[in-house]
Nanobody, 124 residues
Framework: QVRLVESGGGVVQAGDSLKLTCTTS????????MGWFRQAPGKERAFVAS????????VYADSVKGRFTISRDNAKNTVYLQMNNLKSEDTAVYYC?????????????????WGQGTQVTVSS
């Protein structure tokens, strides 16, 4: 059974940093595109960042570009999201997801596996 487990969420103040970690049980982790999404109360799940298996660099939503960095360690089957200069509007449940198609996509429906989410709360 495939498992994706997020950790690292918490309650921080505006301007602070957090690093989210997603550890997976994917046996061929390196072929998967990994993504981070977030969902705020009353809103749809939204794309945050994505990175291909080749670790060739991330793709970001405009709202987080320049503040968030996605990275991965294929030897550890793990993907990270470094979040700097956090804002109150970043408050959401953050999910990691895996796409075995290996493409960069913003559409959550394309992703095959999901974690349970981790809460990030930013107070202003």
């Amino acid at each position: 059974q495939v498992r994706l487990v997020e950790s690292g969420g918490g309650v921080v103040q505006a301007g602070d940093s957090l690093k989210l970690t997603c550890t997976t049980s994917l046996h061929t982790f390196g072929v998967y595109t990994m993504g981070w999404f977030r969902q705020a109360p009353g809103k749809e799940r939204a794309f945050v960042a994505s990175i291909k298996g080749s670790n060739s660099g991330g793709v970001y939503a405009d709202s987080v570009k320049g503040r968030f960095t996605i990275s991965r360690d294929n030897a550890k089957n793990t993907v990270y999201l470094q979040m700097n200069n956090l804002k109150s509007e970043d408050t959401a449940v953050y999910y990691c997801a895996a796409d075995r198609g290996g493409r960069i996509t913003y559409d959550p429906r394309v992703y095959n596996y999901w974690g349970q989410g981790t809460q990030v709360t930013v107070s202003s």
